[in-house]
Structures are given as structure tokens and as C-alpha cells.
Nanobody, 124 residues
Framework: QVQLVESGGGLVQAGDSLRLSCTAS????????MGWFRRSPEKECEFVAA????????HVADSVKGRFTISKDNAKTTIYLELASIQPDDTAVYYC?????????????????WGQGTQVTVAS
């Protein structure tokens, strides 16, 4: 079955950088779209960044554009989320998700497969 495993979270200082990883298994990597979402007590599940089906394009949410970057390694069936100039508002559990739907998906409802999440806590 499809499994997504995130890693890389932790406690960081405001202004630091961090790289989150999500390794996928049980799927044909190129036949999926994958994305990153985050959830905090103050916010609902918020879209952060995603690749389209087949990883041909990507999109980063306006709220983090210029600070966050999504990338991938096909050989490792892994996507990454690079967080730069981290702010206290970035404190959240970060989830990666996968879907077989075409296009680029910005809604959590479009993703049937989810990882367990990785906590990012930003000390101000």
C-alpha cells in the first residue's frame, strides 16, 4: 500500500532554515501528484506547496512564496520542502500527501494518502 514518511522537523529559531523530507513507497512515483500541507491549533489544514501529477509543474502558496521551496528526487521517490527565514507563524505539523488525480491539487480533500506528519516548532 502507499506509504508516506516525513522527517526533518524539529525546534528551530526564527530566521533559521530547515529541510523536510517525505519518502513515498508502494506507488509509481511518476504517476502521482504530491504536496505539503500544515496544521496548527490556530489554523485549519493549510496548503503549502505541491507538484502536479507527473511532477511536471509545482506551486507554492502565496503565504510562503519566496521563503519555501518544493523539490524532489525521483531516484529516492522523495519530495522535499525547504523552509527559509522561518517565522513563529510557521510553527505547525507538516504533512505530505499524494494523489493519483491529474493536475496540481491545492485542496487537502483531493489527497487520499497522507504521512504521519513532522512537527516544526519555531522559537521566537
Amino acid at each position: 500500500q502507499v506509504q508516506l514518511v516525513e522527517s526533518g522537523g524539529g525546534l528551530v529559531q526564527a530566521g533559521d532554515s530547515l529541510r523536510l523530507s517525505c519518502t513515498a513507497s508502494g506507488l509509481t512515483f511518476s504517476n502521482y501528484a504530491m504536496g505539503w500541507f500544515r496544521r496548527s491549533p490556530e489554523k485549519e489544514c493549510e496548503f503549502v506547496a505541491a507538484f502536479s501529477w507527473g511532477f511536471t509543474t509545482s506551486h507554492v502558496a502565496d503565504s510562503v512564496k519566496g521563503r519555501f521551496t518544493i523539490s524532489k528526487d525521483n531516484a529516492k521517490t522523495t519530495i522535499y520542502l525547504e523552509l527559509a527565514s522561518i517565522q513563529p507563524d510557521d510553527t505547525a505539523v507538516y504533512y505530505c500527501a499524494a494523489t493519483g488525480q491529474y493536475g496540481i491539487r491545492l485542496s487537502a480533500n483531493d489527497y487520499p494518502y497522507w504521512g504521519q506528519g513532522t512537527q516544526v516548532t519555531v522559537a521566537s
